[in-house]
C-alpha cells in the first residue's frame, strides 16, 4: 500500500454530514483555533482501521501523509508513527541498537513534521506515545553511543514549549502523560511551571490536566506542594482540572485561593 492509496480510500468514505459536526467540534472557523482546517467527515475508529491496513507503510510514505490537507490522513499518518516507535520500544528492545534508531527515527519524523499536527485531538493521541515514551529510553539522538542524554531531551521539549506555536507548546506538557504513567513527575512539574501563565484556555485545561494525572497516579501530596506555589496564580480553568479528583471540601479551598 502507498501514501496515494490510504488517501483514495479514506477519500472515498468521505461523510459530509460528519464533516460538519467535525468542523464545528474542532473549531475551524475565522478565529478559532482550528481555522482552516479540513475534515473528510471520518470517526475515529475508521482512522485507526485505515492505519492498521497500512501498518508497513515506509517512512517516507508516512511523511506524505503527515503533511495532507485532510485533518484525518494527518492523523492516519501520526498513528502510524505511534505503532512504528511502540513496536521498537518493548521492554526487551530498549537497549537494542537497531531498535533505538527506529525509535529516534520515528521521533525525528514526527518532530520535523510536528506543526502539522495542528489541532488538539492530533497532538493528544501522539505526543504521550511518541515524544513522551521516549524521554524514558535510551536514544543516540543529542550525542554519539547509547545512553539517556537527559539534557538533550530537555533541550527538546524546552524548544517546543517556548516556540511560538500553540500546538507544539501543547506536545511539551501534553507528552509528560506518559512520564507519569511510569511514574516519574518531573517532566510534569517542569512543563507545568513552564506553562502557568500561557493566554490560551486549551493550554490550562491541558496544564490542569497533566497535574490531576501526576496527583492521581503518583502523589497527591507532591500535586499540593505544587499548589501551594501556585494556586493563588493558576487560570481558574487549570486549577479546576487540577483538583478534581481531590474531596469537595479541599476543592473548596484551593478555589477559595484565588
Known sequence: MTASEVIAVMEQQRDEEQRQVLMRFFKTGPGQYGEGDEFLGLKVPQTRHMARLASDLPCDE???????????????GLLLLVDRFERSAKPQLADDTEATSR????????????????????VDLSAPKILGHWLLLPTAMGGTGLSMHHDYKLQVLDSLADSDNL??????????????QQGEPSYCLRYAERHLHHPHDLMHKAVGWMLREMGKRISMDLLRQFLERHAHEMPRTALRYAIERMSVDERQYWMGIK
Open 167 to 180: 500546538w507544539l507548546q501543547r506536545m511539551s506538557i501534553v507528552c509528560t502523560w506518559k512520564t507519569t
Open 62 to 76: 508516512i511523511t506524505s501523509l503527515l503533511t495532507n490537507r485532510w485533518h484525518e490522513v494527518r492523523l492516519c
Open 103 to 122: 525509535r529516534d527515527l520515528v521521533v525525528q519524523t514526527y518532530l520535523d513534521h510536528a506543526r502539522w499536527a495542528n489541532n488538539w485531538d492530533l
